[in-house]
Structure formats: structure tokens, C-alpha cells
């Protein structure tokens, strides 16, 4: 398919592993991109690897003044912009161990996720949409993610500012649909990429044994989708968040497992011990909790921790409900 032959598009974080593959598909389906990546030299090497069909900016989106150059360097490369894809935000590991809670996180980690992950995309809109609205319109696609739609025992600064991208996405769409400017958002779920492999080690192969096709997505199932909501084929999609992967049947088999049990009596404290509502982290640890590194819970049932409860050797916080 050659859906973007002709287009010009403009991918943050283009050095990762989903920007890099949605960098790919974007060069495969005939654009010409400008991929950006707060690592410049790094996005100068994607760049390289796809000839005069790209072009390498170093770039942080919490910067706009470095946004706004980035933009202007694409317009002068290729002379239009129609698609952005606004893909990055902090993963690094300092940022992801000190995302606790709201009793615990450092302002600075809370202030610093928020900056780059919401308020660097609203930064990339505010100086594409006029270059996209001079084009005669295009597509915008924010990369969110699952946990600004549920609730978690960690990471509140994050799944905040995905929970602002998605609000962000509905605003956009809503205000800028009079200039042929479509925004939609991409909500994945665990991903596997060279990154994401790193953080989470074998507690990814865990997971996906429980998720519903028994295995994990991969950055060109998210790069399918951008390619999707960013060419014509999406032309009455507007203001959505798509999801690409779930944890449903952890989460029902999770319930249904819990509800087992406290019918049978063998855990009376479960209803104490796992407050209404999350259910849905219990859907991403608990799998995690049966790996051998957990079974601590297991051996020193005394006090059941509180739900949130930090783990030993961990800085994780993670939900330790045992209704799996
Ligand atoms: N991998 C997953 O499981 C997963 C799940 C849900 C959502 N996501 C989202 O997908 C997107 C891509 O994630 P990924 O898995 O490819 O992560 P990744 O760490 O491989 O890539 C992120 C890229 O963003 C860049 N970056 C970081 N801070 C930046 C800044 N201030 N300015 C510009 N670039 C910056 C990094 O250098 C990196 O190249 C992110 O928005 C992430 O939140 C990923």
C-alpha cells in the first residue's frame, strides 16, 4: 500500500522502538519523514537507514523553542507537513522508579513527566497544525497508553499525563476538525520493545501468557495502527482513543478466581484486603505475583499488606492483592 506517497510526516521519539518502527511503515507506505528524537544522534541514524525519505532532528518536546525549530527544519527538507505523530515520552528508569504515589513522588519527577508527556505534545500540535492546516489537513495521532485508563499501584505522574494526552486528543479533534485536522489517540498495552524487554525482564513472558492471544504486542502491530489513523482510510475516525491489546481475560479470570474463593471461605479477608477498584492493576500484577521473586507474600501471610504495600528489594509498588 502506498497510502502516503507524496505526504510528509513528522514522528517524535522516532529512535525508540515503536517510533522507530512506525518510522518504517510510514517510509514503506511512500512518506517522507522527519524523525526526531531527544537522542539526535541516534535519530540521524534512523534517518540514515531510509536516504532522502528522512531526515534526523535532535529534539526534546519539553522544549519549545527546540520544537518549533525541529518543525520549521521539516518544512524547509520537505516543504508540507501532514501527518504528526506524537510518540515519545520519558521511559528511562530513573523517571519510571521514582513515579511512586501522591504521598511519595518527588514534585520533580511528577513536574518532569507531565512537561515532556503532556505538555511536549501539546507543543508539537501547536506548531504542526498550521503547516498540516495549510496542507488542506491531515491526521495527528498521540501515542498514550493503557494506564491513563486505569488506575495503578505505580506510576501516577505517567498514567496522569497519558489520562491529559487522551483528553488532549478529544480537544484537538474537537477544534481543529474545521481544518481537516483529525486527532486520535493509540492506547497500547505492553508492547515488546528492546526497552520495554530491559525494564521488565521475564515478568513480560508472564504477562503474556495471561493476555488473551497468549502473547505480547510488537512495535509494528502500534506502527499498523498510526499508518491506519494517519492515512484517508481513517477519514471519519476522529476525537478516538484506540486500544491495540488488553489484559481482559487476566481481569475475568482474575474475578472470577477471587469470587471462587471468597465464596468457598478460603480467604474471608479477601474482600478486606483488595479494595473496589482495582481490579484493574490486579490485572497487570498478578501474574507478576505468581513469579518466584513474589512468593514472599506467600511465606509471610502474617499481616496481609496493604493494597499499594512496597515490596522488598523492589521500588515497584505494586497492588499485592492474592485474588488470583
Ligand atoms: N512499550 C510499551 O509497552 C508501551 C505501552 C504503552 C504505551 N507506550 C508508549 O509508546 C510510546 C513509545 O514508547 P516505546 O516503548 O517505544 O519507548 P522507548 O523508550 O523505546 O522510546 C521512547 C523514545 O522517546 C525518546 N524520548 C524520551 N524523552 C524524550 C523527550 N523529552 N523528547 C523527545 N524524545 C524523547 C527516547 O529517547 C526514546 O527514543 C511512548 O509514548 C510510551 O509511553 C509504550
Not at 294 to 312: D, I, K, Y
Amino acid at each position: 500500500m502506498n497510502r502516503f506517497e507524496g505526504r510528509v510526516a513528522f514522528v517524535t521519539g522516532g529512535a525508540g522502538g515503536i517510533g522507530k518502527a512506525v518510522v518504517q511503515r510510514l517510509v514503506d507506505e511512500g512518506a517522507q519523514v522527519a524523525v526526531t528524537d531527544i537522542v539526535g544522534e541516534a535519530a540521524r541514524e534512523v534517518a540514515a537507514a531510509h536516504g532522502d525519505r528522512a531526515v534526523g532532528f535532535a529534539l526534546d518536546i519539553g522544549d519549545e523553542a527546540a520544537v518549533k525549530a525541529a518543525v520549521d527544519g521539516t518544512m524547509a527538507a520537505f516543504g508540507r507537513l501532514d501527518v504528526l505523530v506524537n510518540n515519545a515520552a520519558l521511559t528511562d528508569m530513573a523517571t519510571m522508579m521514582g513515579d511512586t504515589d501522591a504521598v511519595t513522588i518527588p514534585n520533580a519527577v511528577w513536574e518532569r513527566t507531565l512537561h515532556v508527556n503532556a505538555t511536549g505534545y501539546l507543543y508539537c500540535c501547536r506548531h504542526a497544525i498550521p503547516h498540516i492546516a495549510a496542507a488542506g489537513g491531515g491526521a495527528i495521532i498521540n501515542v498514550a497508553s493503557g494506564s491513563g485508563m486505569l488506575g495503578d499501584s505505580a506510576r501516577i505522574a505517567y498514567g496522569t499525563s497519558k489520562a491529559a494526552v487522551i483528553a488532549m486528543t478529544r480537544y484537538m479533534a474537537t477544534q481543529h476538525g474545521a481544518q481537516k485536522i483529525r486527532c486520535n489517540a493509540i492506547a497500547p498495552g505492553p508492547i515488546v520493545t528492546p526497552h520495554s524487554r530491559k525494564v521488565a525482564g521475564k515478568e513480560f513472558d508472564i504477562i503474556a501468557r495471561h493476555m488473551p492471544m497468549g502473547e505480547l504486542g510488537e512495535p509494528a502491530d502500534i506502527a499498523a495502527l498510526v499508518a491506519f489513523l494517519g492515512s484517508s482510510e481513517s477519514r471519519y475516525i476522529n476525537g478516538q482513543t484506540c486500544r491495540a491489546a488488553w489484559l481482559k481475560r487476566c481481569r475475568r479470570r482474575a474475578r472470577r478466581a477471587g469470587m471462587r474463593r471468597a465464596r468457598s471461605g478460603c480467604r474471608p479477608t479477601l474482600r478486606r484486603w483488595t479494595p473496589r477498584g482495582c481490579s484493574a492493576c490486579c490485572a497487570t500484577v498478578i501474574p507478576i505475583l505468581r513469579s518466584p521473586r513474589w512468593r514472599w507474600w506467600r511465606s509471610s501471610p502474617a499481616t496481609p499488606p496493604r493494597c499499594g504495600s512496597r515490596c522488598p528489594g523492589r521500588t515497584l509498588r505494586c497492588c499485592p492483592c492474592d485474588c488470583a
